[in-house]
């Protein structure tokens, strides 16, 4: 098997497990849109947005929500798809047995000792997540919940930031759009929230 067959299979076998693992899940978005597609859309804004040719990277942007959100274990990933990988499964993956704030605040801890893949993986998460929230937020999130979340991302990406311009620039115009959008919101509902 060639080098380029061997990153089609990877890849192929990533889309496919993930898919099977995320299969009954839904997205909090307005839409409940099937979960598969926001791994996917991570990995397609790293290879056609930030250029990202490692095939590793992409695999584990497939694969990076399984361990958190699925019942798959470290292990399994590592049998499957190797250590690498299961290492940056691992590495943008946040320990669900801590409580929400805290994972949420070792998120921006921890962003900018994370590896250049890592990093990319989490920038490209963000970029996906401020657009959800920005285009079809959940149903049920307020206008503070929302604009508390751009600011949250914002700083986990300041620490991720020197990993790939082109990533940066993208999740900077995401970003200005949710808060835009928000900010014009707030000032229509003479709402006291700011950005």
Known sequence: MTFEEQSI????????FSADKHRNQRRKDSM???????PIEVAEILW???KVRDVNTIVAAILHDTVEDTETSP???KALFGKEIKDLVME?????????????QLQIEH???????AKQ?????????VTDITNHPPDNWTLQRKIDYLHW???VVEGLRGSNQDLETMFDEALKKGQDKYQAESIHNGSSETL
């Not at 409940?32 to 926001?38: D, K, Q, R, T, V």
């Not at 047995?97 to 949420?104: G, N």
């Not at 962003?111 to 893949?117: L, N, R, V």
Request: contains cysteine.
């Open 9 to 16: 299979t990877s890849i192929i076998s990533a889309l496919k």
């Open 32 to 38: 409940a849109s099937p979960y598969i597609n926001h």
């Open 48 to 50: 056609n947005i930030g």
């Open 75 to 77: 292990e399994e990933v």
């Open 92 to 104: 943008v993956t946040d320990d669900k047995s801590l409580p929400k704030q805290e994972r949420k």
């Open 111 to 117: 962003a900018p000792h994370k590896s250049i893949s």
């Open 121 to 129: 993986i989490k920038i490209s998460d963000k970029i996906c997540n």
């Open 153 to 155: 991302a914002e700083k």
